[in-house]
């Protein structure tokens, strides 16, 4: 005796080619899973609309970014901000404007005037002039190119753009604690690069290094 699903209880007995036939499921349970499938298809719907206006506002970007950031350990830059960390102000090796540079000009040549007249030069430039004479005993007649320029670690960006006023200067660095930059002028030196090449060279001297390509979407 066999009892199939759907016969309420009743029991039949399958014989030849005759067997009973099953009734359809009750209305009530229809008419739940029609509800669900309408749920589950406004889910979708609404899923797919949110998506779509991530992609055209924006958003998804920000979040993408957000999300590279925070795998990186690197906060993001507020609205209005810069992108540059406040540190980065501060930095010796950032070049700074001619009128935050104060440069000594020193003659280490057996021609007379030569720091004089350079250091007129590099005031129209706008740099500030502090000393103004022969070179010490140690540098005197012992520059054999252009110019040697001498700066400290907090003067590293001014000495680069110091030397950059010049072709074949050579930048050294001493031990002194302030931002000031020597300009001792040697055998070789004729005259300063005019503004144009300076600021070439300049570009040149700071030119950064080119990133290697990124393999993530971050």
């Known amino acids: 005796m066999l009892t199939p699903q759907g016969l309420k209880g009743k029991q039949y007995r399958v014989t030849g080619n005759t067997y009973p036939r099953l009734g359809r499921p009750p209305k009530k349970s229809r008419k739940v899973i029609g509800a669900l499938a309408g749920l589950l298809a406004l889910a979708l719907i609404t899923l797919g609309g949110l998506q779509l206006y991530g992609i055209f506002s924006g958003r998804n970007k920000d979040a993408s970014a957000q999300a590279c950031a925070t795998a990186s350990g690197k906060p993001l830059a507020a609205p209005g901000d810069s992108g540059a960390p406040a540190a980065a102000q501060d930095d010796p090796h950032a070049v700074p404007q001619p009128a ?4 000594n000009v020193y ?12 250091a007129e030069e590099l005031k129209k430039r706008g740099f500030v002039i502090g000393k103004v004479g022969n070179a010490p005993a140690e540098l005197d007649k012992k520059v054999p190119g252009t110019a040697q320029v001498i700066a400290g670690p907090a003067g590293a960006g001014a000495g680069t753009l110091v030397g950059s006023q010049i072709a074949g200067a050579a930048v050294t660095a ?14 070789s030196y004729n005259a300063l690069l005019d503004e144009t090449q300076a600021a070439a060279a300049l570009a040149l001297a700071t030119k950064p290094t080119p990133a290697p390509t990124a393999t993530s979407s971050c």
């Open 174 to 187: 001493d031990a002194r604690t302030d931002g000031s930059v020597d300009f001792v002028i040697g055998d």
């Open 107 to 118: 003659n280490a040549t057996s021609k007379a005037g030569l720091a004089g007249r350079t």
């Open 100 to 103: 935050a540079v104060t440069v």
